[in-house]
């Protein structure tokens, strides 16, 4: 298993136990303690949400506590074989597979779940979960650039708002979310990202202070904790991965291949591709996944600070920058690869795909051609969680880095 590995490594930063821990609580030792608490006496309410569209500042400005609930757990998505369809994409089945059996506490814990309905598989998801759990669903538009959508968008916010606060009216903040509330929800989580850009622009280093399988670990822990304290601990790992920085302790050299994932979500404890390709020998310096770095990307920027203009910035951030193929037209995701692979220097992509995960796979071709024009290398990997498959994509991850690695023995004769 994955987190034992982790622990047997004695080269870790101190900082990454924190979510190695996060996620030991959550998948291993099934301990929901850290939620109890924060529930406290006034029971605060905790919602699910299934997608980074979900604004969690209307969570935590009206006292409740988010959780993000995707699925990535081979064992829960083969409980979902059993109730939807097969070509289902192991994201739903997984999250069906958890609430249908409990076998997660956290799941047992949501007073609410907010499902958007970006893809076929999560509106069917909604419906799905709506036998178990209250279910609210959030009408993401698929084109962003209108006026009728955006004025949808910001109605469905005003929605589950109302929502929200009906089921949180409690006596210590009040039924309404207020103000002051939400103006500091929104300094919580832009601080939570603040501290992810920080490990995003640390890992552009040319010699890597940190592998990306932990550090992905890290972003993905997001989901499961609370985030004024996954901030707290991100910005120590960040000090510590800069201190790392200048005294020259890299995991690896500035000739080790530079991989950038791109594609449908990579969700712990579905962990093989990451380790895969690092045990291979390359090392992933950035992804562009929405359990990755598009998750705590973008800040919000408001003007004044009535609800009203918070509520607009609210609807711009989650809607406007957020380049999931479920978007139609979606060129600003091309642009955004472009720049991250110049940025991070990339050598090539691994481009995931989860089997049933149509939107993804629709975009992969204009991928290849934009980066066929810069001279890097895409590998489209199609996998679900079954570990059964493992060997046969080492041999083609292995087969892919040496094909970097020829090319960049090459440059270095030249
Ligand atoms: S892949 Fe797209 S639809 Fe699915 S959770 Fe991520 S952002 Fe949402
Ligand atoms: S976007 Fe892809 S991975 Fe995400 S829920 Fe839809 S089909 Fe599944």
Not at 25 to 39: E, G, H, I, P, W
Not at 102 to 113: F, G, K
Not at 249 to 264: D, H, K, N, W
Not at 309 to 325: H, K, N, S, T
């Amino acid at each position: 298993m994955m987190l034992a590995e982790l622990d047997n490594n004695s080269n870790l930063p101190a900082g990454i136990y924190y979510f190695i821990n996060i996620m030991r609580d959550a998948f291993v030792k099934n301990q929901v303690r850290r939620y109890r608490q924060l529930q406290g006496r006034d029971n605060r309410k905790i919602i699910g949400t299934y997608c980074i569209t979900v604004p969690e500042e209307l969570i935590y400005a009206a006292g409740a506590i988010p959780v993000r609930l995707c699925g990535g757990s081979y064992e829960a998505s083969c409980i979902g074989d059993e109730l939807v369809p097969r070509d289902t994409c192991p994201v739903v089945k997984a999250s069906v597979g958890f609430t249908s059996l409990n076998p997660i506490s956290l799941y047992q814990m949501c007073d609410a779940v907010i499902v958007s309905t970006t893809c076929d598989a999560k509106r069917k998801l909604g419906e799905e979960l709506s036998n178990y759990t209250e279910v609210w669903m959030l009408e993401v538009p698929h084109i962003k650039d209108t006026d009728g959508s955006r004025r949808q968008w910001i109605q469905q916010l005003y929605t589950l708002k109302k929502n929200i606060e009906k089921l949180t009216g409690r006596k210590f903040i009040g039924r309404r979310i207020r103000r002051k509330a939400l103006e500091d929800s929104i300094g919580i989580i832009n601080r939570a990202r603040y501290q992810a850009r920080r490990l995003y622009e640390i890992r552009k280093s040319p010699a890597p202070v940190i592998l990306g399988r932990e550090a992905m670990l890290a972003i993905n822990a997001y989901s499961y904790d609370i985030a004024f304290e996954w901030t707290r601990a991100m910005s120590e790992l960040n000090d510590e991965l800069e201190a790392l920085y200048h005294k020259g302790q890299f995991v690896c050299s500035e000739y080790t291949p530079r991989i950038l994932i791109a594609g449908s979500p990579m969700i712990f404890p579905n962990w093989k591709i990451p380790s895969l390709i690092e045990e291979m020998g390359a090392v992933i310096v950035t992804d562009e996944t929405c359990m990755g770095n598009r998750y705590l990307y973008d800040p919000i920027g408001t003007t004044e600070k009535s609800v009203k203009d918070m509520m607009v910035g609210i609807a711009a951030r989650y809607l406007m920058p957020c380049v999931c193929p479920s978007f139609t037209p979606n060129e600003d995701r091309l642009y955004r690869l472009l720049q991250m692979a110049e940025e991070f220097n990339i050598d090539g992509i691994i481009y995931h795909v989860l089997k049933g995960c149509v939107v993804y796979d629709f975009e992969l071709i204009r991928v290849e051609k934009i980066m066929k024009e810069k001279n890097i290398p895409v590998l489209r990997i199609e996998t679900d969680y079954n570990p059964e498959d493992i060997e046969q994509l080492r041999t083609r991850i292995e087969a892919f880095i040496e094909i970097i690695n020829s090319k960049k023995r090459k440059m270095k004769e030249a």
